[in-house]
């Protein structure tokens, strides 16, 4: 897989300048799990998504992984893309009273994550969430040793592994191809009102 954007090239020279191996895997983790996470499905795209992200500066846990599995890979770590079925009502957060309702009515939604091959086993290493979301009870990394498994950002139904892109994007695109138009609705409404809802947590953080 390669990107189409110089960006990201430039973004992996500055997150890993003068670093060792260990302290560049550690950077480049930090730096993407610092993304604010915004769910915008234009940048589900392997391909497209990573590089338009780090133009607008925002995205979900599968441009996030899209990126960090390829400056993995470019580091020369073996990684699987790592799918996490789950459903959003699972989840601990502190959900507003408008958002909570519709839960109930949302379909099984696909995690993606990194697993990254390093000293002989699979490690999980999850970029999801940033940490100014924190305080509504999302599960944040904010410490990865660059060597260890991270927490996963969700309460996984099962884990369900991929070699390529391709094969995790055909993957979603069968199982959401059974959603019915319900839970299509319900999805499209809940979605802008997680991520408007998002930032004002993130504005209340940092006062």
């Not at 560049?24 to 915004?38: K, S």
């Not at 990126?67 to 957060?93: E, Q």
């Not at 191809?177 to 940092?206: G, H, Q």
Request: net charge neutral.
């Amino acid at each position: 897989m390669t990107m189409d954007n110089n960006m990201v090239e430039e973004k992996f020279r500055q997150w890993t300048a003068g670093l060792d191996q260990m302290s560049a895997r550690i950077a480049l983790f930090e730096n993407i799990r610092d993304i604010p996470y915004e769910i915008i499905p234009e940048l589900r795209d392997p391909v497209r998504g990573p590089s338009r992200m780090l133009e607008i500066g925002r995205g979900s846990c599968v441009p996030k992984h899209w990126l960090l599995c390829y400056y993995f890979k470019k580091m020369g770590l073996k990684v699987k893309y790592a799918t996490y079925p789950f459903r959003w009502h699972n989840s601990r957060v502190k959900y507003p009273f408008d958002i909570k309702i519709l839960l109930k009515d949302l379909p099984i939604n696909y995690h993606l994550a990194c697993k990254v091959f390093i000293d002989g086993k699979w490690k999980l290493v999850d970029a999801t969430m940033d940490p100014g979301v924190e305080t509504a009870g999302f599960r944040i990394n904010n410490f990865w040793d660059g060597e260890c498994d991270t927490k996963n950002a969700v309460d996984p139904l099962e884990e369900v592994l991929h070699d390529t892109p391709e094969d995790r994007v055909a993957y979603e695109a069968e199982r959401k191809s059974i959603y019915t138009d319900s839970e299509k609705s319900a999805t499209a409404e809940f979605v802008p009102k997680l991520n408007a809802w998002l930032m004002l947590v993130r504005k209340s953080s940092a006062i």
